[in-house]
């Protein structure tokens, strides 16, 4: 069983927006650092957004101001709404959770012990 579930990927023309969502049945995601990753072929994952168990958001300077991420504890899901995209966006983006980690989020995604089948995000120019 996939502990996170992805959604919301797809493809946009530059300027455009898209909101990912995640979902997990495994995890309590407010007791948890949680967020998105995203990796282009041949890269590494990028760090994107995290959230700790404080509420206390981190985003890569990459996506600052563009990229919102947010947490619905009723729902246990966690989101990333994603606008302003740019070609260079384009990647797979995953959802991953930091489960030895309540706040003082990892920036290493080798420190993330759970991660989503990722979805794909493609932004057209």
């Known amino acids: 069983q996939v502990p996170l579930v992805e959604s919301g990927g797809g493809s946009v023309q530059s300027g455009g927006s898209l909101r990912l969502s995640c979902a997990t049945s495994?995890?309590?995601?407010?007791?948890?650092?949680i967020g998105w990753f995203r990796r282009v072929p041949g890269g590494e994952r990028e760090r994107i957004a995290i959230?700790?168990?404080?509420?206390?958001?981190q985003y890569a300077s990459s996506v600052k101001g563009r990229f919102t991420i947010s947490r619905d504890t009723a729902k246990n899901t966690l989101d990333l709404q994603m606008t302003s995209l740019k070609p260079e966006d384009t990647a797979a983006y995953y959802c991953?959770?930091?489960?030895?980690?309540?706040?003082?989020?990892?920036?290493?995604?080798?420190?993330?012990?759970?991660w989503g089948r990722g979805t794909q995000v493609t932004v057209s120019s």
């Open positions: 495994a995890y309590s995601i407010r007791n948890y650092c």
């Open positions: 991953a959770v930091d489960a030895g980690r309540a706040v003082w989020c990892s920036e290493s995604f080798s420190d993330f012990t759970d």
């Open positions: 959230i700790d168990s404080d509420g206390v958001r």
